[in-house]
């Protein structure tokens, strides 16, 4: 295409690793070079193909035309118009029109920036280090038949050029994610165990509320009957009327257990599903508040709540139940809406009141907020919490991801 005599070659040639120098990300690097290129290689549209360390997956960097291509962090090799190359079947590609040209255009090929852009001769040539194909250099122009067999040679000498640098700078960039994927591990790991020591020390203080609860109430209703048994059997007066009393104290110590042991072990969710454990929780707890609240509860999961695994069935209650009790005990709402969702994003519970919201220093914010958020993370879930519709009450929100096999069949989330 170009005849160009030998010296003023090899002044681009050093051009194009001069300007590489100091060059430390795939875009800039690209761009840098474009012009020197473009004194050997005239074209409209330039980009090196990468391939990522699997194989499977590469990304482009363009210059000249911005395409359809530069957009994607990643696309599969075997949808590219170029696979062949890519897979060291053929050495090379020079077409006078690529629109045209069936080699470019199969079944699932990435083809419509060729079409869209009019890129009619194109080059392609391999970028190879220590024998190993790690991209392609590509050279596009929208004249037909603009480029020979001698640019050929002159693109593979760019290629050569090429090859080391964007090698180290994709090496560079795979540490870099390596270190952020470590880091992020790690972050995780401190984050879980500090959240498991913190939720350790919440089940300890539960732990000692119950036994506060057992010996001041519990048991000591059931020394003062043993008592009255005692005086009773000395007495020898075991009638009916006397009898009335101990039995009704007995219920009572029975009503006392119940609720601590709901308290403990959420009966309800292991017999009924988590549905029906929110529902019971909230319906219980708006009635023993003794005040006027309108609640609802919506489950619109189909059913996929009732296939978690047990300790993330229980972890979801919890944070439902203490994001209910704050709601009821703190909030003073005039009604308060529980909404259970199944998406592709994963089930999703809703809490939201209009009470007076988390900005009140009367204790909302503070232990069990922190339990919430920790028994999230141990299940992998997300949780927020913030302000209602119209910043008005207040919003409580955990995501169970899912797999798409279960997520899949439902509605996006709203």
């Known amino acids: 295409?170009?005849?160009?005599?030998?010296?003023?070659?090899?002044?681009?040639?050093?051009?194009?690793?001069?300007?590489?120098?100091g060059q430390l990300?795939?875009?800039?690097?690209?761009?840098?070079?474009?012009?020197?290129?473009?004194?050997?290689?005239?074209?409209?549209?330039?980009?090196?193909c990468i391939l990522m360390v699997d194989g499977k997956y590469h990304t482009a960097y363009e210059t000249g035309m911005s395409t359809a291509w530069g957009e994607l962090k990643s696309a599969p090799v075997a949808n590219s118009p170029i696979r062949t190359l890519l897979w060291g079947e053929v050495d090379y590609f020079l077409t006078d029109d690529a629109c045209a040209d069936p080699r470019f255009h199969f079944?699932?090929?990435?083809?419509?920036?060729?079409?869209?852009?009019?890129?009619?001769?194109?080059?392609?040539?391999?970028?190879?280090?220590?024998?190993?194909?790690?991209?392609?250099?590509?050279?596009?122009?929208?004249?037909?038949?603009?480029?020979?067999?001698?640019?050929?040679?002159?693109?593979?000498?760019?290629?050569?050029?090429?090859?080391?640098?964007?090698?180290?700078?994709?090496?560079?960039?795979?540490?870099?994610?390596?270190?952020?994927?470590e880091a992020e591990a790690r972050a995780r790991e401190e984050g879980l165990r500090q959240g498991a020591?913190?939720?350790?020390?919440?089940?300890?203080?539960?732990?000692?509320?119950?036994?506060?609860?057992?010996?001041?109430?519990?048991?000591?209703?059931?020394?003062?009957?043993?008592?009255?048994?005692e005086h009773l059997s000395r007495t020898g007066d075991i009638t009916p009327e006397a009898l009335e009393p101990l039995s009704r104290s007995l219920q009572h110590c029975m009503q006392d257990l119940r609720h601590i042991i709901e308290q403990a072990k959420p009966s309800v969710l292991q017999l009924f599903g988590l549905a029906?454990?929110?529902?019971?929780?909230?319906?219980r707890s708006v009635r023993d508040s003794g005040t006027a609240i309108e609640w609802e509860l919506a489950d619109e999961t189909d059913g996929a709540c009732d296939r978690l695994e047990p300790t993330v069935s229980v972890a979801l209650f919890r944070i439902a139940q203490e994001a209910i009790n704050n709601a009821v005990r703190h909030a003073r709402p005039?009604?308060?809406?529980?909404?259970?969702?199944?998406?592709?994003?994963?089930?999703?519970?809703?809490?939201?009141?209009?009470?007076?919201?988390?900005?009140?220093?009367?204790?909302?914010?503070?232990?069990?907020?922190?339990?919430?958020?920790?028994?999230?993370?141990?299940?992998?879930?997300?949780?927020?919490?913030?302000a209602g519709r119209a910043g008005k009450g207040t919003a409580v929100r955990v995501l169970l991801p899912l797999s798409t096999e279960v997520a899949g069949m439902h509605e996006e989330p709203r």
């Open 1 to 21: 295409m170009l005849q160009m005599a030998p010296a003023a070659l090899v002044d681009h040639y050093l051009g194009i690793s001069r300007l590489l120098a």
């Open 25 to 48: 990300d795939f875009r800039s690097a690209i761009r840098a070079v474009a012009a020197e290129v473009g004194h050997i290689l005239p074209h409209d549209h330039m980009d090196v």
């Open 107 to 181: 079944e699932g090929a990435f083809k419509a920036p060729i079409v869209e852009q009019s890129l009619r001769s194109r080059v392609h040539v391999p970028m190879k280090v220590q024998g190993e194909i790690i991209g392609a250099l590509s050279c596009s122009s929208q004249t037909a038949g603009l480029y020979t067999m001698e640019d050929i040679g002159h693109a593979r000498a760019i290629a050569d050029l090429l090859s080391p640098y964007f090698f180290a700078l994709r090496a560079a960039e795979q540490a870099q994610r390596s270190a952020i994927v």
């Open 197 to 229: 020591l913190k939720l350790t020390e919440a089940l300890e203080q539960e732990r000692q509320r119950i036994g506060m609860d057992l010996h001041d109430q519990t048991l000591a209703d059931l020394t003062r009957l043993a008592r009255r048994i």
């Open 276 to 283: 029906q454990a929110v529902e019971n929780h909230l319906e």
């Open 334 to 386: 005039s009604a308060i809406r529980v909404r259970l969702s199944c998406h592709e994003a994963g089930i999703a519970i809703d809490i939201t009141d209009d009470g007076e919201g988390i900005s009140r220093p009367c204790g909302r914010i503070g232990g069990g907020l922190d339990n919430m958020k920790t028994r999230a993370r141990l299940i992998s879930a997300k949780f927020s919490i913030g």
